[in-house]
């Protein structure tokens, strides 16, 4: 395209767009123009004249556009050119008809790249307040239930329970939850990184409420139900059993009997010497009879379950001992003393009013007089 053609495009092009072009000074002292608009916005530079004057086209400031014909078969200097110079923001094909460029044009401008990006940080700032407002109101919601509820204790037939939680950063998190029966008691430790994944095992729970036993039928049809439901939905991935951790126990009240099914690294420490080690069983029904576990309960016997948090937070030690001996010699200590003895070694190095991760210590004491059915 001769140099009047070019001047003869970019008119059109410049009366799409609203504005003038002039010879850039560039172009002149090459005796080949090149365009500049009178707010600066678009510059516009032939091929030959790029060819002609490389090191000056390399000490712009800003961004141009490439006039070329797109009907000639183009030499390899001119491929070159395309990849490698960094000021070029788009070739400009003259034999096409002008309109097809004024939508590029358009949106790759100056003024519209400072609308949009004024647009988009307007845009990150407003979601930075949400974040910051919402994290204020979970921390707020957490601090406040750990006021409200320091220490739950639940007394049954021959059974003593205590249990205490302590809020974490993290998304998703812990609950733990107790439903009475008849001569039952049902005890539920869940750990999820969803919170989806939580309201759905709370749901499950909550229909448990309606029972006065819970037979073993019951407990694998409410362990089946719920890894069939959060299958369905994509939250059971069963290459990341740490996604989702379970804990059901029945307690027998009247033959001291202490059942469940354990998903995790749910952890279990006796003054009898009763033992659950962690494991990583996903929640499935092919693992179901591999997480089942059952024992009796003795006497005046004392139990400690650890949420998988309690580790994560310690690492597995507490004042320089593994936590497993840390617990086993405060059991005798009595349940408040060792409750409270656990949360101030999680907290005692934490800056934050939070742990790093929940965690939910639950303590079970069985009466020295009970009456056991035999």
């Known amino acids: 395209m001769e140099e009047g053609d070019r001047a003869a495009y970019i008119e059109k092009i410049a009366e799409e767009l609203g504005t003038v072009f002039q010879k850039h000074e560039l172009g002149e002292a090459l005796e080949d123009p090149g365009f500049l608009s009178d707010r600066g916005q678009w510059l516009f530079l032939s091929w030959p004249l790029c060819q002609e004057s490389q090191k000056l086209i390399n000490d712009l400031k800003i961004g141009f556009y490439l006039l070329y014909d797109g009907s000639q078969e183009h030499e390899p200097e001119f491929?070159?050119?395309?990849?490698?110079?960094?000021?070029?923001?788009?070739?400009?094909?003259?034999?096409?008809?002008?309109?097809f460029h004024i939508p590029l044009l358009r949106n790759a401008s100056p003024s519209s790249q400072?609308?949009?990006?004024?647009?988009?940080?307007?845009?990150?700032?407003?979601?930075?307040?949400?974040?910051?407002?919402?994290?204020?109101?979970?921390?707020?919601?957490?601090?406040?239930?750990?006021?409200?509820?320091?220490?739950?204790?639940?007394n049954f037939k021959g059974v003593k329970i205590l249990s205490k939680f302590a809020a974490g950063e993290g998304?998703?998190?812990?609950?733990?939850?107790?439903?009475?029966g008849e001569q039952?008691?049902?005890?539920?430790?869940?750990?999820?990184?969803?919170?989806?994944?939580?309201?759905?095992?709370?749901?499950?729970?909550?229909?448990?409420r309606a029972y006065?036993?819970?037979?073993?039928?019951?407990?694998?049809?409410?362990?089946?139900?719920?890894?069939?439901?959060?299958?369905?939905?994509?939250?059971?991935?069963?290459?990341?059993?740490?996604?989702?951790?379970?804990?059901?126990?029945?307690?027998?009240l009247n033959k001291m009997k202490f059942k469940g099914f354990q998903f995790g690294k749910t952890e279990l420490i006796s003054s009898k010497g009763h033992v659950l080690g962690t494991n990583d069983f996903p929640l499935n029904k092919e693992f179901l009879s591999q997480s089942e576990f059952g024992f009796d309960l003795e006497r005046g016997e004392r139990l400690v379950i650890s949420s998988p948090?309690?580790?994560?937070?310690?690492?597995?030690?507490?004042?320089?001992?593994?936590?497993?001996?840390?617990?086993?010699?405060?059991l005798p200590l009595g349940a408040r003393d060792l409750l409270n003895e656990v949360y101030f070694q999680l907290k005692k190095k934490r800056d934050s009013d939070f742990l790093k991760f929940d965690a939910s210590v639950i303590y079970i004491e069985v009466d020295k007089n009970v009456i056991v059915e035999v």
Do not use: W
Request: charged fraction near 35%; proline fraction near 1%; include cysteine.
């Open 79 to 99: 491929l070159r050119f395309l990849e490698s110079d960094r000021n070029l923001i788009s070739p400009i094909d003259t034999t096409r008809d002008h309109r």
């Open 114 to 154: 400072d609308e949009n990006r004024k647009e988009l940080l307007g845009v990150g700032e407003n979601l930075n307040k949400m974040i910051e407002f919402s994290m204020a109101e979970l921390q707020r919601v957490k601090r406040l239930h750990e006021q409200v509820v320091p220490m739950k204790n639940d």
């Open 171 to 180: 998304a998703g998190g812990e609950f733990f939850d107790i439903v009475k």
């Open 184 to 208: 039952e008691v049902l005890l539920l430790l869940t750990n999820t990184t969803s919170y989806v994944a939580s309201s759905i095992i709370l749901s499950h729970f909550e229909k448990l």
């Open 212 to 252: 006065s036993e819970f037979g073993e039928k019951r407990l694998t049809d409410f362990i089946l139900g719920l890894s069939g439901e959060l299958k369905d939905l994509g939250l059971l991935d069963m290459n990341d059993t740490e996604a989702l951790q379970l804990l059901v126990v029945k307690i027998d």
């Open 309 to 330: 948090g309690v580790r994560k937070n310690c690492g597995g030690f507490m004042d320089e001992k593994k936590y497993e001996d840390f617990v086993r010699e405060r």
